[in-house]
């Protein structure tokens, strides 16, 4: 129970809200040690316009800029490697990570090689660098990823046979600070509110019946939940929606605060194994196992699900709290249909074929199954799979 576990809570990102808020980037920058900006994106943030408007931003700021803008989906060992190549000798001292969960990691792993060189690979595990990494400033541009509150950075190791997630974590990879503007991501696609979005939810869900969690966790994870409950649907129908959209993201930044600190369960598991083996796009993929581990898992606690229901403004008057938790669990999976995002692993290519494989991975990834509320065997994450496909 999370209110007896020995935890320590950790929070050190400088967190601005609301819409207009890219205007504290400068000043937050100059407060850190004097040197070259590494600014850290992708092309679709760029083609979005989202970019031109973070680098007006930093037009009073004379140091030099230099612009990777080209991370992919699931970054790698290999990719982040080469990006911390061509910029090795070019006196970064500070990261701006504009994008989703795959920028803002990246950024963070290419912090710990800018001042410890080598490989990523070296310092997948806890604070395993010598040096302390660049500051990193994180704008996120989805409303899911979690990453800018948080002290991970997840890697595909791809220079493997078996290609898995694996993550660097470090106490001073909680970036230095996380601008949570609403007004950047006005009219970003409507899919990606949704996919993103049903990320978020499923981290404050997975925190918040997390084993490894604590009261304080709980606060950020299931009003988290709330909120997501309330401004998705808006969102997802109106991008434009400025009230909905910077609730998205302050509730993303609150998961992944609680994520960092409560740890996620059995959905990561089984959703790292598929995004490091098929490069599947990690939000959907999360959706699309949400509701199946959560039939499995509610029976490890049916006062917390039925928390879950009621924050998802289910109507559980009259309801025992296993109908409730049940109610809640139906609910996510109406919730993911509304959004538009497919029921089933199948329809975005993932075959039978690979379950064993896949069941592996996620049976083995003990960071996942250690927070698991239920204690998962391989045949049951084989089954959750299963039904999924
Ligand atoms: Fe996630």
Redesign the pocket.
Known sequence: MGELNNTEFMSKTTVYTGSGSLKFLSTTLEKFEDGNILVVTDKGIEASGILNKVINSLEGVSTEKHIFNDVKPNPSVTATNAIYELYKDKGIKKIVAVGG?SVIDTAKALAVLFTNGGSISDYFGFDLYQNQPLPVFAIPTTV???SEGGHAAVITEDDKELKTKKLVFGEALFPKAAILDGDLLLGMPSSLVSTTGM?AL??AIEGYVSRNGSILTDALNLHAVKVIGEAILEAVADTTNVSAMNKMVQASASTGIG?SNGG?GLV?GI?HAIGAQFDAP??IV?AILLPYVLEYNWISNPKKFADIAQALRVNTWGMSVEDAAKAGVKRVKELTLEVGIPAKLNDIGIEKSSIDVLTDIAFNDELYMNANPRNATRKDIYTILSKAL
């Open positions: 969960g899911g990823t979690g990320d499923t981290h994520m996620l990561h959703s990690h939000g999360n």
